[in-house]
Every structure is written in C-alpha cells, then in structure tokens.
C-alpha cells in the first residue's frame, strides 16, 4: 500500500534561504527527481526541516500550531516530526523539530492533566509499522515511552490516542493463519490480522483487547489478494487505521480496505458497520467513501462525523475530507460539507480531517493530505483558506496534520551566530513559544560588562538582528524575551568564531538611562523584516515592566540535553 521513492541523494541546490516561505521554482511540487526542498538556519545546525510552499494564505485562519510529522523518505533534509506557525507576522515558520525519525500521528494532547506532544516513531514497512510511543512534555523532555502489550516489536504507527483516564489506543499489526480461500487463496494462508488495545500508561497494564479476525471475515475485505497471503507476506484484509473510544465506552475504529467504520462495545461485539460490504447503514450516493482513514466522532452525542476519504469514486476523482451528518437510530449518513485543496490532491492513503472547534459548527477544518505532502484549512462553509505544500510529492508524508493550542519551553538555551561582516546576529530557540523579541547585548570580554546593542521582533524560526551603526564590542549574546517583558533565557557568547560561557554584568543602567539613543539606533536598523528595536522598546515600555535581570547577577548556563533513545 505504500509506495515510497526511495535513492536519489541530497542536491545541494535544494537548499534555500532559512525561512523565507513565499517562493516558486520550478521543481517544487514535482515527483522527487530533484530532492525535497529543506531549511538550513546558521544559529542552530541540527534542524532540516521541510521548505514550505504556500499557495494561498487567507484571512480567518484559527489559532494554533501545525503538526507534521514529517515522514516517508525525503532524500534531503529531515523526517522529524515539526510543529509550524501560520499566524500572519511568521507565516509557514518552523517552531520546533526533534530527532525522532519517521514520526506518525504527532500532535498534543492531555496526559496526568498536562499537555503533552505525542507521536510513534520506528521503522516504516509496508503500509504498517514497527516501532513505540512516545509522549514529551512542554520542555521536549521525554517522560514516557512505551510499546503494545505482548507485541513489544509490532506496536503500529496508525494511532496514538490518549483517553481521559490517562490510557493509550494502539494498533498492532500482526501474522495469523487464515483461510483465504473466499478470496481466491489457499485454505491454509496467512492475513494480517489487526489488534487494538487500550492501555494503561503509567502501569502498561492492559485494560482491553479487540481483534479483527474474531469479528469480521475475509470475505469482506475489498482489498485484492494478489501475491499475498503467505506467511513471508500476510494478506492485510482489514487495515485498521484510527480507534477512539467515546465518553460511552465504545470504540470507532476504521478499517481502510473494509471501506468501512466500525462501532465496537466495550464488550467487543460489533454494534454496527458503517459503510462497506455489509453497512448497517444507508450511506446517501455522494457520501460514499473508500480507503479511508481517521474517523471521528465531532460531538459528543455521535451526531457528526468526519474521515480523509483516500479513494473517491471516478465521478468525484479527488481525495477529500467527509463531514457526516450520522443518524444511528435511523441508520443513515448524509454528506455534510467536503473539504479539498486547490490542487484536488489525490492521496492514495493516509490523511486526516480535524474540526478545530468540534463545540460550534462555525468552526475552521484542518485538512492533512497523509501521503501527499499537503494540508490546508477552511472556513465553516468550506472556503480553502490556507493551502500549503511541505515536500515534493511522492516523497515525503505527513500521515495526519493537526492544528493545535501549544507551549513550548525548552530546557536547551537559544543559539546565536554573530556573521560580523553582514553586521547582523541570527538568533533562534527551537521549541520556544514565547519569544516575542530578542535584545542582543556585547561585551569586550565573556565576563565583561554587557551593554545594549540591538532588538528585534521574533520574526520566524530564526531572527535577523541588524547590529546598527553605533559599533558593537568583541563578544556578543543575546536574551529571547516575552510579551510582558520578561527574560526567557540567554544565549551563550559568541565572537564569531567560537561560542562561550557568559557571565558578568548587564549594564542596565546605561541601557535605560540612553533610551533615547536606543530609539535612534534602531529607527535606523529597521530592516524589511518588520523587526525594529523601536516598536519592541515601546512594547516594552507599554507594558511597564521592569526587566527582571539584576545588575551584577551571574547569569548561570543551564543546559537540559534531552537524550534521544530509539528502539
Ligand atoms: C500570504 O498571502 C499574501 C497575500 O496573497 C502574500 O502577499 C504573502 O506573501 C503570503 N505569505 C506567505 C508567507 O506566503
Ligand atoms: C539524531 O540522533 C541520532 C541517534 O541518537 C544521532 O546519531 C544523530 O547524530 C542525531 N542527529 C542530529 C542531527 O542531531
Ligand atoms: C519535563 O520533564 C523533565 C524531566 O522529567 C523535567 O525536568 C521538566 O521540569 C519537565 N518540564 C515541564 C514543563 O514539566
Ligand atoms: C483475537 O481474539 C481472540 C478472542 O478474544 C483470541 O483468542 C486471540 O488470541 C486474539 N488474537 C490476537 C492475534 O490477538
Ligand atoms: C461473509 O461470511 C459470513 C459467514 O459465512 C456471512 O455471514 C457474510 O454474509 C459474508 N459476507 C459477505 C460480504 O459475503
Ligand atoms: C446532546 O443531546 C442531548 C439530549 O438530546 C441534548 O440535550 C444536548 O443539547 C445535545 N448536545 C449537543 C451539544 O448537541
Ligand atoms: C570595549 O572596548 C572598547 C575599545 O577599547 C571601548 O570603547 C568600549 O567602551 C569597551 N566596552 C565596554 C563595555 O567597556
Ligand atoms: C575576567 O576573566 C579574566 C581572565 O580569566 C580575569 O583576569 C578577570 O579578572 C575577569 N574579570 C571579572 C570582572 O571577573
Ligand atoms: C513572561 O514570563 C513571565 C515569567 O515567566 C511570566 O510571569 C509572564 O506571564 C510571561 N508573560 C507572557 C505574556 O507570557
Ligand atoms: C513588534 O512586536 C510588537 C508587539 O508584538 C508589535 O506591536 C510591533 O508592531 C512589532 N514591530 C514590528 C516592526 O513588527
Ligand atoms: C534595554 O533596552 C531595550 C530597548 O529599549 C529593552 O528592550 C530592554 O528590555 C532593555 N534592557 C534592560 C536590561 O533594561
């Protein structure tokens, strides 16, 4: 099911400009001959991430973050899982990315009350996986990682949902005989067949089990035998895709060569089939769906439903995000709204329709495209609003795409470059949410007296800090401050060639007592990236607050290095 274009190595050429979004060439969109565009930045070396492409950035988006997990194989940059900003001063600008290789499913969610970042990371086979889960909290620290029960080697990629009582929904894929003989197989053949389970996360104790093959024959599978059915290669007749549980204790999960969405009691008896060879319901002609994955529920009273409906019939020709309007005691389901990008992207699987606001239906939709590297947003009515393009096609998958609410604290000090020759300091804090602005602070010594050189708003990624004209003194460093004024951390020293341990005096005083030439300085320095010194002391001066960096304190380095284990 999952065909990846695999070799080519990295071209140079495909590097562009850090955080510059808003470009077309020629190559970009185009199957992978030329590789997958990727960022570099010059303060932080470690992150590749995907060089976006927007075609359309309207007015209304909701807010949020966006999270990818950048995955498949790119045969240039990083499949990390990223988390993105489309708010209108830092539109299509990367947050944060971290060493997890081939993430499926990362998002946030809650756990023990606290928002977490969650995502499966392994080995990617075909059309499965094997691998863990992992959750981080708001400093990206790892503080769970766990496999399937009893399948420690076979925990999927598919789903990684956390309920309310703090337990998880896997998948496994996993070999069992069976008889394929309603399919044209041998009698003595193999499937995969298709577990999920609930666990519980602090414990890892199991606290239910469901299979497919108990329940739901092979003769329902539309999936074609072809070469499979051996034990060397499992004939995957259900493909189980997404599981969520209700506030009712039942389970949604969604088997993709079923064509079909299935209700399961917290007993495991099938309550009802919802499409399919044997749908319990009337499914209205234009809300016919196949290949699909990621059902949910939008409401809690299972009036509204949506899935990424991958293999539309000809008449429709394009893969697309269902809203449902699903009556179960009549048994039937109407098309409410479609959703599509400008491209009318094909995607022949993966994907994921999320309702940002599943308490109103004035709410946005987040589209994610799975296996094509897009994702879009709409109004309620359907309007495309936001349409973005993240690697070349046929080359890098997102599997699902969300839009979040997400703080990020890293536990990491931000990273500086001083380039003395375009007078300018980069600066950047992977992770870090808050930042609204960066003052850059030199001294004649790392454990001199550091004054006041230059400010600028967060502007993406990484920041551009234009030294100005006044002359700034051999080493310099840098603090990522927040909206009310507040010191969130200060880089390390730089003198351009090396990078040192700070300490010594803020020289505060003279800072404040020389506004005015401040004002001066940066009114000058404005740069075309919007970032001027002049606006962030007037933000700062607006809110009132004192800078909470004494004089004479020794700032102390503090450095969390967040170990990256994979299994
Ligand atoms: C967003 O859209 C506006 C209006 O079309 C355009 O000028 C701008 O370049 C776009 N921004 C990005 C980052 O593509
Ligand atoms: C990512 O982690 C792997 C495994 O720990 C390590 O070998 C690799 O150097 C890391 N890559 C980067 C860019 O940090
Ligand atoms: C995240 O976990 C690390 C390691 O347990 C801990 O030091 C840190 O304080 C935690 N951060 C947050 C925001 O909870
Ligand atoms: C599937 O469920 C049945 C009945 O609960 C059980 O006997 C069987 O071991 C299960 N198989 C797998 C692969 O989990
Ligand atoms: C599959 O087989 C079962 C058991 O014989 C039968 O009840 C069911 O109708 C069959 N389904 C299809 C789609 O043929
Ligand atoms: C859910 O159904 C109950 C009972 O019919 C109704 O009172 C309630 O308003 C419904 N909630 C929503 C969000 O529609
Ligand atoms: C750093 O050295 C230069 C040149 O000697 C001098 O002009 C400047 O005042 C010094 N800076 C500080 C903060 O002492
Ligand atoms: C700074 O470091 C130098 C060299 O280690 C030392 O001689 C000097 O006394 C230090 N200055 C201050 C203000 O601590
Ligand atoms: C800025 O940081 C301070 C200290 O952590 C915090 O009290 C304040 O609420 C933050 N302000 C904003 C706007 O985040
Ligand atoms: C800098 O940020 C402040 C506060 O967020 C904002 O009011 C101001 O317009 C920004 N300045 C520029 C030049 O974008
Ligand atoms: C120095 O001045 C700049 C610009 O006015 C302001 O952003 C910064 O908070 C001040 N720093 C200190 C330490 O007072």
């Known amino acids: 099911m999952k065909t990846l274009v695999l070799g080519a190595v990295a071209a140079l050429r495909c590097v562009y400009a850090q955080d510059s979004v808003s470009f077309d060439f020629d190559n970009y969109g185009k199957d992978d001959a030329s590789g997958t565009p990727y960022q570099t930045f010059k303060s932080n070396a470690d992150v590749k991430p995907p060089q976006l492409q927007i075609n359309k950035n309207e007015t209304g988006l909701a807010d949020g973050l966006v999270f990818i997990g950048v995955d498949g194989a790119p045969t240039s940059g990083q499949n ?297 947003e709409f109004s309620a009515d359907g309007t495309l609003l936001l349409d973005v393009q993240f690697g070349a096609t046929n080359a890098v998958n997102g599997y699902r795409a969300y839009k979040l609410a997400w703080t990020g604290k890293p536990a990491t000090n931000p990273d500086i470059h001083l380039d003395a020759d375009a007078n300018a300091a980069y600066v950047s804090w992977n992770g870090a949410t808050d930042v609204e602005w960066w003052d850059v602070y030199s001294a004649n010594a790392t454990n001199g007296t550091w004054r006041y050189a230059a400010s600028a708003n967060r502007t993406g990624f990484e920041t ?13 460093r840098a603090r990522a401050v927040n909206g009310s004024g507040d010191a969130l951390g200060w880089t390390r020293a730089t003198d351009g060639n090396g990078m040192f341990d700070a300490s010594g005096d803020v020289d505060e005083e003279k800072n404040s007592t020389s506004s005015s030439a401040v004002s001066t300085t940066a009114s000058t320095t404005a740069r075309s990236t919007g970032s001027s010194a002049t606006t962030a002391a007037a933000a700062s001066a607006t809110s009132g607050l004192a800078v909470r960096i004494g004089r004479g304190m020794v700032e102390k380095v503090v450095v969390a290095v967040v170990v990256v284990a994979l299994v």
């Open 464 to 476: 551009t800090v234009d030294l100005g004209g006044g002359g700034v003194d051999k080493y310099l």
């Open 80 to 376: 990390w899982p990223s988390i993105w900003d489309f708010s209108p001063d830092r539109m299509g600008t990367l947050v944060w990315t971290g060493n997890y290789t081939e993430p499926f499913d990362f998002r946030t969610q809650t756990y023990k009350g606290e928002p977490v970042l969650t995502f499966w990371s392994g080995e990617l086979l075909d059309g499965y996986g094997h691998g863990s889960y992992y959750i981080l909290n708001q400093s990206y620290a790892e503080i769970a990682h766990f496999s399937a029960v009893g399948y420690k080697e076979l925990s999927d990629l598919h789903e990684f949902s956390i309920t309310t009582d703090d337990t998880a929904l896997v998948i496994i894929y996993t070999p069992k005989q069976a008889d394929l003989s309603d399919v044209g197989g041998d009698q003595d053949g193999w499937i995969f067949d298709c577990v999920f389970q609930e666990i519980d996360i602090d414990s890892g104790r199991l606290v239910f089990e469901w299979n497919a093959s108990t329940h739901v024959g092979v003769n329902e599978t539309v999936n074609e035998l072809g070469d499979a059915g051996s034990e060397a290669s499992p004939f995957d007749y259900f493909h189980m895709n997404s599981v969520l549980k209700d506030a009712n204790g039942d389970y949604l999960i969604s088997g993709r060569v079923m064509d079909a969405v299935f209700k399961i009691s917290s007993s495991g008896d099938i309550l009802w089939r919802l499409g399919g060879k044997q749908s319990d319901f009337d499914v209205a002609d234009d809300a016919v769906f196949a290949f699909q994955h990621d059902a949910r529920w939008v409401d809690a009273n299972q009036t509204r439903m949506t899935i990424f409906d991958n293999g539309p019939t000809d008449a429709v020709g394009y893969s697309r995000g269902l809203l449902f309007d699903v009556d179960q005691a009549a048994k039937t389901v109407s098309l409410i709204q479609e959703f599509y990008n400008g491209a009318k992207t094909f995607a022949k699987f993966e994907g994921s329709l999320q309702v940002l606001d599943p308490t109103s239906t004035d709410t946005n939709y987040f589209l994610g495209y799975g296996n094509q590297p897009f994702l879009a």
